[in-house]
């Protein structure tokens, strides 16, 4: 996906405490499952916890690669290891609803899933919508 030209007017990431969280695990994970592959070798619990450092570095990587950033005449996001980018004359509506991720409706009728990032779902749908409702130039 092209990087766009245009200045973006928002950009949304994931919280410094996300990466904090997400690294404290990482950490936790690494030396428990050293300190079970020294005392106890082959240990069906020692490799459990290397597994779950593995797929810990997963998620930090996917963390870091989450975004979500408003153009003056379009929306780009990535997420879930896949990038997209939505004209702002194709949107219809955003919405969200408690347990959920938000979420747009296109033109076509078809929904598209947004990520949460740097905020809760009701304030990426409320900037989404002011987003929409400036003009491209304004």
Not at 20 to 41: K, N
């Amino acid at each position: 996906m092209e990087k766009s030209s245009e200045k973006p007017e928002k950009i949304f990431r994931p919280s410094r405490g996300a990466f904090l969280w997400i690294g404290l695990v990482i950490a936790f994970s690494a030396i428990t499952s050293v300190i079970l592959l020294v005392t106890d070798p082959g240990s069906w619990v020692a490799i459990a916890f290397y597994v779950f450092t593995i797929f810990g570095i997963g998620g930090a990587i996917e963390l870091k690669k989450t975004t979500l950033i408003l153009y003056p005449s379009s929306l780009y996001f990535s997420s879930e290891f896949k990038k997209r980018r939505i004209a702002k004359n194709e949107i219809d509506r955003v919405t969200w609803e408690k347990g959920c991720d938000p979420a747009i409706q296109l033109k076509d009728g078809s929904w598209v899933k947004i990520p949460t990032v740097g905020s809760t779902n009701q304030g990426i749908c409320q900037s989404i919508r002011a987003w929409l409702k400036r003009e491209p130039n304004a």
